[in-house]
């Protein structure tokens, strides 16, 4: 169904979902709680659309890619580092992904 996206992951002990829909637009949950939601005509996947603070953690950055279809990255911004913590069409890096199993463990 092109009119609705999910995507869910796991980021130390937290349970992250982005959905979109083509008329409510994206939101994003942390632990099932509504975080920020955004209504976009076209992102290009070089904004953030919703952020949202994670204690002791950083900013979760959501940057949205659409034009046909609806793709999604996630960041987690500190102070010192904006690393790509999750993609639904880029890679994410080797190290940063043994930092987020390391924060998942």
């Known amino acids: 169904d092109t009119m609705y996206s999910e995507w869910k992951f796991q980021l130390a002990q937290h349970e992250i979902r982005i959905t979109n829909n083509w008329l409510t637009g994206l939101k994003l949950y942390v632990d099932g709680k509504l975080k920020g939601k955004n209504r976009f005509p076209i992102a290009l996947g070089t904004h953030t659309f919703i952020k949202t603070e994670l204690e002791n953690l950083g900013t979760l950055?959501?940057?949205?890619?659409?034009?046909?279809?609806?793709?999604?990255?996630v960041k987690l911004t500190t102070e010192t580092?904006?690393?790509?913590?999750?993609s639904s069409h880029e890679r994410v890096s080797l190290s940063t992904q043994r930092y987020i199993n390391q924060l998942n463990s």
């Not at 950055?61 to 990255?73: D, G, H, K, Q």
């Open 61 to 73: 950055e959501v940057i949205p890619f659409a034009v046909f279809t609806v793709e999604v990255s």
């Open 81 to 86: 580092e904006s690393l790509l913590v999750y």
